[in-house]
């Protein structure tokens, strides 16, 4: 905020010599309603974990596809991620960036995928050698338009599963900025 007004300030310092005292003012007004009008655009962002603590975990293999519930919040400004359901809910409409990380499980293999209303839009897939001893995993990440309500998770496919040590599986997404229909 400081920086922004400073940027004010100087350029109607600036603008001082070759403007009347009432057409700087306009300008001074104008600028601090753009200022003010960005400062109130709503913040959202979230990271988190499905590992509460920092003991080996094995998530699955299930019978069914399965949302992961990403119960260890890091950070949840704007409440939007609900670490009781595994479901970020957009708050307004806008573009958002979102990543998750996935980890072979004792499955041997790990297939999941981030969902925008129940529709695929990434996905991670990754197999390992249980007997190798070396954990294998992967990442995705994408920027989606989404509209206020529209819903995101990730879903752990059917015989699949994640390992997870020490919060090596996030889930993570911001708002980048929020998109307004005139």
Same mark, same amino acid.
């Given at each position: 905020m400081e920086s922004v007004l400073a940027v004010v300030v100087l350029l109607c310092c600036c603008m001082?010599? !070759?403007q009347t005292e009432s057409e700087v003012d306009g300008l001074l007004r104008e600028l601090t309603a753009r200022v003010e009008k960005l400062e109130s655009k709503p913040k959202v962002a979230f990271s988190a974990s499905f590992m509460i603590n920092d003991e080996h975990y094995h998530l699955g293999p299930f019978g069914e596809n399965t949302t992961v519930v990403y119960e260890k919040v890091i950070t949840n400004i704007g409440e939007a991620y609900n670490p009781d359901t595994g479901v970020f809910t957009a708050p307004v409409r806008g573009a958002y960036y979102? !990543?998750?990380t996935?980890?072979?499980?004792?499955?041997g293999k790990a297939n999941a995928a981030l969902l925008k209303n129940d529709v695929k839009m990434v996905a991670v897939y990754e197999t390992a050698n249980p007997k190798s001893g070396i954990y294998h995993g &992967?990442?995705? &990440?994408v920027t989606l338009d989404l509209v206020k309500g529209d819903k995101v998770n990730v879903v752990l496919w059917s015989g699949s599963s994640m390992f997870d040590n020490s919060r090596i599986?996030?889930?993570s997404g911001y708002l980048l900025f929020p998109i307004t229909t005139k």
């Open positions: 001082v010599e !070759t979102f !990543t998750f996935c980890n072979v499980g004792n499955s &992967g990442a995705n &990440g599986n996030m889930f």
